[in-house]
Every structure is written in C-alpha cells, then in structure tokens.
C-alpha cells in the first residue's frame, strides 16, 4: 500500500500548489533549463544515452477544469536540423496518449522500464513520425481531449494522462518537447496543471558557460529517510550537485560513457514535502557536444520519485541556519 499513500500524497500536493505551477504546462519546464527530451531508436547504441529507448510522461489537470485542451509535440519527426543524426535518416518514434482507468495508477506505468502492461489505460490517440520535413522545428498538436477522459480519482483531485514516445525502429535521436495547451495553435496554459515523469533522458547544452545549468526537481514525500540517484551516460561531463532548502550544496558521482552511477543521499527533515533540486554542470575545460543522460530517483522502498517540471512548493532555495553564541 506504500505506492497508493505515495500517488495520493504527491498529487494532494500537486493541487494545493496550483499558484507555483502556472507555468508547468512546458516540458522540460522554464525552470529546468533543458534544451530538449531525447529518445533514440531501438536499434541505436545505449552508449548514446539512452537506456530503454522509450520516455513516459504524465499530465495532471486540476478536477475543476472542464474544457477541451490539447497536447502538442515540437518537432516530433526525426530528421533535420534538431535531431540526432547516426549515418542516415532511419527512426520511426510512436506517440502514443492514454486515459482512462489505469493508465497512470497501473504498476507498470510509473516504472522507469518500458516493460510489461506500461501502455496501460484507454489508447486516446497515437501517431508515427518519421523524417518529416513539414514537422522539423514545428509544433504538432494531438486533440482536443476531454478532461473526463483521464484517470480521475476524487482523493487525487486530478485527471491524469500519460504520453510514451517510443523509438520503434531505426537508430537516430529524437529530440523534442512536450506543451499541455487550451488552445490547438498556441501553448496556453491551464492554471494548476503539472507534469512528471519517474526517469528522465534529456540533452544537455552544447554550450559550457555557466548560465547553461540544467535542473531536474525530484519531490520528496513523507516518510522519506533517504533516497538512491540512478544517473546513466554522463559521459564525465562536467559535475552534478543537489542543493535543498537544507543544503548549500552536496555533489553527486557521474557516470562514465554506457554506465550507471548510483549513490545514496540522506534527507533531512526541512526537505520533507518539498523538492530537491538536481543541478548538472557541464565542464568548463573541454566542450561535450550531444551529451544525453538519464536520471531516476527511489526512496528507501524502492519507490520511483517524480520529477515535476515545475517543482512542487516552488524551486528550493537553500536557507542557512544562524545560531545565536551567548556571549562569553
């Protein structure tokens, strides 16, 4: 029963913070400062950074929103200037968007492998894109959808959706991103509306300066004593850090190319029912170009943490303690 106390708790909260997320229609989020998701064919390399080929993300709309809305992919083909090219055009990628009962609170869908009944719930839409040159740097738009149509539960206050781009074939990078839009040629947001995902494969920049820090925001939920950070493909890139309303800084091990890195990290009481913030540093020595990671977080349980793309409680601020010396 621990995963039910979780989804509840998480999505509790994903409504009582609807001020913070405004703008949490965008994936990545404005916050998080990451050019791009990335998924690569089935019969790419994992050297390329990525695992399993396939990304899960979910939406979650407020109960009190009743109107149509739509979700959009930018550039969902693979080929052209913003994708990854391996020797020709070959990637297939199935976009594929579910509702209905299960299609989030299924076990297999908020995994972080595309495996068993991940595809759960109601299929509301799916398409496959190849190399397209009328979607290269454009938007496509699935919909409209019905609110009614997700998985809602009166507890959760929320109707979840979930979208999987799948690489299907080939062995290219498919670089995109995601928008929750009211509006079928604009990326207008719904007030309080969020989105997560329990793995996250995204690119970096090909840029080191210091403003191109990139950002995931894991949401720790009660009871959490510690969590293990799963990072994969970092290639040495730079270095990463976790910093919280609790700590200025702590730094994280990095994965070398085609391996995982894994640590534990403690959680102190002042970070309980806020997130933490991921922070990746690219290095300053050498430029890496075309650099995809994979990240996942899971409690002491076992238990994968979402990563919101506008982070729950806000984007934490670290907050010194003063202690107050009695004169001698």
Known sequence: MRVNRLRLS??????????????????????????????FGRDGSTSWGDDDFSQTFFFALPK???????????DPDVGGKTDEL????????????????????????????????YKSGTLLATRTFGMDNRYDEQWFTFGPFNPADGEYYPKFLSNIFKIICDGVSGDDGNLYKYALSRRPDANVPIDGANAFTYEYTFRLWNNNDTSFVSHIYPFIDSGCIWVQQRNFDWDNDGHAMVVSVERKGQMIPISGENEWATSKIQIYEGEIGKSLDFRFYKRRDELVKNNNVVVSVQNQYGENLPFFSAPIGGVPVYKPRIKVVPKK
């Open 86 to 117: 391996n020797n020709f055009w070959d990637t297939r990628m199935v976009y594929s968007i579910y509702g209905g009962k299960g299609c989030y609170t299924d076990p297999d869908a908020n995994g972080i492998d595309p495996k068993g009944n």
């Open 10 to 39: 998480l999505l509790a909260l994903v409504v009582m913070a609807a001020p913070v997320v405004l703008r949490a229609q965008e994936v990545p989020g404005p916050d998080e400062n990451i050019p791009f998701l990335i998924t």
């Open 64 to 74: 009190d929103y009743k109107d149509p809305f739509y979700i959009r992919v930018y």
